[in-house]
DNA sequence: GCTATTTGTTCAGCGATTGAATTATTTGCC
DNA sequence: GGCAAATAATTCAATCGCTGAACAAATAGC
């Protein structure tokens, strides 16, 4: 049934001023060329009257600027183009992984504005002291936005792990975290970010679900469903539906490396046989591939993996083969499950893609019903290493796009 | 991202009466008492006069009444209760099956207030002679609920098969159907619909869907989101996401039934390997069980398993204890991506639920990393048979009640 | 019979959208 | 160069629907 859901509450009067700010902001947030106020007029169903109010809002409360380029030539007055201002409120992307520490500035525009890693190994780490250097990072970040003229409206914060709803993380295993309460150790530090009604100041969330954000907000923009699978030393996916990330019912929604492949096969550390991280986590292929990983942290051991590949190493090409194997028939199961047509590689992953896809592409051919009439696109993550820092910043300014008003309201 | 979705187009003056007549009969059809005007404007947020407003527009419309019980006693002036009307639109719900033809209506309160069933093999029956039956049975339908007060106002037909936007059956493997253009067959029928905007006037869907869909707006009320299982002869599932049917990007979604579960096993009709269908199909059960599964209807044979199984016969329940592992690898499978607490067993399944599921739990509470947090319930569907059906009436009275401006304008 | 209490309605006020008229600014043609 | 056509954006009275407060209705308890 895809009714056009309607707001969960009442709708007030005042709420169609919200709703419409949103209409028209997302509409010029989408838009491929910076469109005049008559274009959003036609292309929201509003009069010209009620765009021009709206803008106005909108100009008022620096969330979008008058474009020098017209967006038309011809006779008649010529439109003013509006885009997204390159000032005002901006996300703070924070990430937390097994070896490396990110951070970065989103704007409204989804540019990214400023960004930084610290290369460490932070296994040995205690969260406390991991999430200080992470604050310590972010303060400068921070600085350099303001000389930007950026405000940091909110921050989320990718974990390679399972995430409760109060931000609590759960488990993370490859970190070694267990029961960390995020936002408490976050709180004793001096605040970093300008509340904002309708902005949570602070987020914490599976690294796959917020690269599968980055991804879905990423330019230029694809499908509004698709599966994005990280694939680090453990498996995850973030899956996207209708433009929205699917989270479950406790936001534990992804755990695609524990789909089983070989169910009467290797042991895993969950508890089950023959899942997909025993054949296609980062450890398994470079097993496979005859590399001592013990010698390399896991992104050099991806990159040498690819290098050998590249070589035509035998063992190399052998494990990417299998592992691929494996991941198709995962994903063939998922497809088959949602109908969705198209799968991001991301994380580890993308590198590899060139070696993976054909054997995952392969797997969908055999076992989905419906392949025959809908192709399924199988491409590589166009973000980079940090997707999901970036796509953690992405969310906190999407949620000024989507609710304007908030920001409108403490702007004056 | 879990925001507050705003409708799709503008947002105009009148949007505004219609996104509150939709919150206020919606607030009307979930109460488990019939509300009084007090309590609707306490309950949605609206002032007083604005739901008396409201509430006068839907009684004028007949899409409420006023209960006699009053919901209160106590000091101060008696409220009078508001019910979905008992006369008004209702729905028409269709279905061809394997060896049955099924017609109901269900009215604005979700009640079945007509059922007819007509057993027969349809497989040898021409699909436009299938529908023709189909209709001669709702024409006696229509006649019976204009005789309670009743308008059809839409019509949703489900068929155990792949069915594309437009409504056209692609393959219904189990019927013999492929490509039949069901919405060109039947409008060579005299229509039985009363149209309304907004209602579409036929949809035509996959039987696991609706019958995913009359679970969710079954009495009492179910969670929002779960996995709704029917095993017929194919296995198909209906994926209920925070009280919405997701349909996947062309409606193909819940192929469940080939899903791998011995990657290495039995070739499967799909060109896959070891797919659920093979071990936990309706004829991989009646024959692992020994029945020889020629002599008897599909219903009957399930009837015959349950039998066999409450009396202890060895053969059925190793049967059904093997196809309930391998229907339990699957399930874990789908809880583990979509991170769902409830599974319903339904079709042919749910008389088989009390010997399938306890090898099903056992392989979730294995194979689920976060099983040990949060349990997952496991249970039979509570409609009967001809559970598609009952969901296809409801999904079309569904649409008056998120929609009713559309019945409004009609009604005057 | 009076008071407290709760329900439901009436009505002036107001915010937001509408539609038509008006102003603003350019292109192209004579 | 000047004028008409075309397109963009604004202004303004009218209207729709929600709000808040006052008011009328109806009952229980004392």
New interface residues.
């Given amino acids: 049934?895809?009714?056009?859901?309607?707001?969960?509450?009442?709708?007030?009067?005042g709420?169609?001023r919200e709703?419409?700010l949103?209409?028209v902001l997302g509409r010029i947030a989408t838009a491929d060329r910076p469109p005049s106020r008559a274009d959003l007029a036609t292309a929201?169903?509003?009069t010209r009257a009620t765009v021009s109010a709206v803008v106005e809002d909108l100009l008022a409360g620096r969330l979008v600027s008058e474009s020098d380029p017209a967006p038309r030539s011809g006779a008649g007055r010529p439109a003013r183009g509006l885009v997204l201002a390159d000032q005002g409120p901006a996300g703070l992307g924070l990430e937390v992984n097994v070896d490396y520490l990110a951070v970065c500035v989103v704007d409204l525009a989804g540019q990214v504005r400023h960004r930084t890693v610290h290369r460490a190994d932070l296994r040995p780490v205690a969260p406390a002291d991991a999430l200080a250097r992470l604050v310590e990072m972010a303060g400068a970040a921070r600085e350099d936005a303001a000389r930007h003229g950026l405000t940091l409206v909110g921050a989320a914060l990718a974990v390679p792990g399972?995430v409760d709803d109060a931000g609590l993380v759960?488990l993370a295993p490859n970190l070694g975290w267990r029961d960390v309460p995020v936002p408490a150790l976050l709180a004793e530090h001096p605040p970093l970010i300008e509340q904002v009604p309708g902005v949570p100041a602070l987020v914490v969330d599976n690294e796959a679900n917020l690269a599968a954000?980055g991804e879905l907000h990423s330019q230029p923009p694809g499908?509004s469903?698709f599966l994005h699978i990280s694939g680090e030393v453990g498996i995850g996916?973030g899956?996207v539906?209708d433009g929205?990330?699917?989270?479950?019912?406790?936001?534990?929604?992804?755990?695609?490396g524990?789909?089983?492949?070989?169910?009467?096969g290797r042991p895993c550390r969950?508890?089950?046989q023959g899942?997909l991280e025993q054949y296609a986590g980062q450890e398994a292929i470079v097993t496979a591939a005859g590399l001592a990983r013990a010698e390399l942290p896991a992104d050099t051991a991806t990159a040498r993996l690819a290098e050998l590949a590249e070589a035509g190493d035998a063992d190399a090409l052998r494990a990417l083969h299998d592992a691929g194997t494996a991941l198709g028939?995962a994903v063939?199961?998922?497809v088959?499950?949602?109908?969705?047509?198209t799968v991001v590689l991301g994380g580890g992953y993308a590198a590899l893609a060139p070696w993976l896809c054909p054997p995952v592409l392969a797997e969908i051919g055999?076992?989905?019903?419906?392949a025959a009439?809908?192709p399924v696109t199988v491409r590589p993550s166009t973000l980079g290493a940090e997707a999901a820092a970036v796509g953690a910043a992405g969310?906190v300014v999407?949620?000024i796009v989507?609710?304007p008003a908030g920001w409108l309201a403490r702007a004056g």
């Fill in positions: 049934m895809s009714l056009t859901h309607a707001p969960a509450g009442a709708v007030r009067q709420s169609l709703l419409n949103a209409l929201t169903g509003l399972l759960r954000l499908p469903s996916a899956i539906l929205a990330l699917f989270r479950g019912v406790r936001g534990w929604s992804g755990e695609i524990h789909l089983p492949v070989h169910p009467e969950c508890g089950g899942c028939v063939a199961g998922v088959n499950l949602l109908d969705l047509d055999a076992r989905v019903l419906t009439w809908s969310s999407r949620r989507a609710q």
